[in-house]
């Protein structure tokens, strides 16, 4: 896919919360509350093909990833956490359309070797978590996130650094595509949780998951070589399906997958997201704060990007694409 040319800094302000207090539902204790925000920046696509359920999956990957960045990676980033996966690509594209002036001295941190091939490509300052183990903002896709933002994430195996560069962050943002938004963790993604276990300890911790709740539980296997997936820290991945009453209370058994010897990482995120961006087929983008608000981000009719026309002087001028005015509404 082709880098749209470099612009400028586009306008990056802030959601502007004109909160309407009435609680709708509850989470976690707390109302969730329908926000009105200021117009994001406009969306400037490159051109792509005719829409076909496919493209209309990854434009939507690709309007969560250029909303978030748009929003979460600012000026005064300069520590930057990219995470793995195929939304990802999108996040680098739009920081890449940020400018190279912008992106000089910004270095980023990559959780997969796949990440660290998306930052060298782009010609971004590669840096590593041992160098810089604070970070500003953290950008990652996930397989499946809840009403309170809890995800499962792994499903490229890329979890255990994906986790550590999302606690390093100061904002931990996730993009994904419309599929991913559920109510509990679990239903959308049946694959299950994804454990990240040492090769010595696989056969021993596949057995205590199976007698904690999760008698199907495998090895993932590797599709285009024989035997099991191994992670890019040498490690095996086991896919553990838990019935939805234990995955209602993701938290619990987190703690409780954790404790068994022999696990590296569970690839269940929580409370760790200060919001998710979902791209939504009609076009619009739904956010789901930590707090609990719910925002709804129209960007017109199609989520297809058309033909783009990059301004002069670096600014945004003709969009195909407009972000129009928040609307509010009942989700
Ligand atoms: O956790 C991950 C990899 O370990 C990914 O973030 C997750 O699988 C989502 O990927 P995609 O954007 O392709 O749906």
Redesign the pocket.
């Given at each position: 896919m082709p880098i749209p040319p470099a612009i400028l800094t586009p306008d990056l302000s802030t959601p502007n919360a004109t909160v309407y207090p009435s609680p709708l539902r509850q989470t976690l204790g707390q109302s969730v509350q329908y926000i009105k925000t200021s117009t994001p920046p406009p969306l400037n696509p490159p051109d792509i093909k005719v829409p076909s359920p496919t493209t209309i999956i990854e434009a939507s990957?690709r309007l969560a990833a250029w909303t978030a960045v748009d929003r979460h990676v600012l000026p005064e980033c300069k520590v930057i956490g990219i995470?793995?996966?195929?939304?990802?690509p999108y996040v680098v594209e739009r920081i890449v359309a940020q400018g190279k002036e912008m992106n000089k001295d910004r270095v980023f941190i990559p959780?997969?070797f796949q990440s660290k091939e998306l930052i060298v490509n782009a010609q971004l300052l590669l840096g590593d978590v041992d160098q810089y183990p604070a970070l500003d903002v953290t950008v990652?896709?996930?397989?499946e996130v809840d009403e309170t933002l809890n995800?499962?994430?792994?499903?490229?195996?890329?979890?255990l650094r994906?986790k550590v560069l999302a606690e390093a962050a100061d904002t931990f943002i996730?993009?994904?595509?419309y599929?991913?938004n559920s109510d509990v963790l679990g239903k959308n993604f049946t694959q299950g949780v994804?454990i990240e276990v040492a090769q010595f300890a696989y056969a021993k911790v596949l057995q205590n998951v199976h007698l904690l709740g999760s008698p199907n539980a495998v090895l993932r296997m590797a599709k285009s070589k024989a035997g099991p997936v191994v992670t890019d820290n040498g490690n095996f991945v086991i896919d553990a399906p838990f019935p939805e009453e234990m995955m209602k209370d993701p938290y619990t058994l987190l703690k409780r997958l954790k404790m068994l010897t022999g696990v590296v990482e569970v690839?269940l995120f929580c409370h760790m997201a200060k919001a998710a961006y979902f791209g939504n087929q009609d076009g619009s983008v739904t956010v789901k704060w930590h707090d609990g608000r719910i925002e709804s981000v129209d960007s017109g009719s199609s989520p297809i990007p058309k033909a783009n026309e990059n301004g002069k002087n670096g600014k945004h001028h003709a969009h195909n694409v407009q972000m129009r005015n928040v609307s509010i509404r009942e989700m």
């Open positions: 990957k995470g793995s996966g195929s939304t990802v959780t997969s990652d896709g996930a397989d995800c499962i994430k792994g499903g490229g195996a890329c979890h994906e996730v993009v994904a595509d599929r991913k994804p690839g």
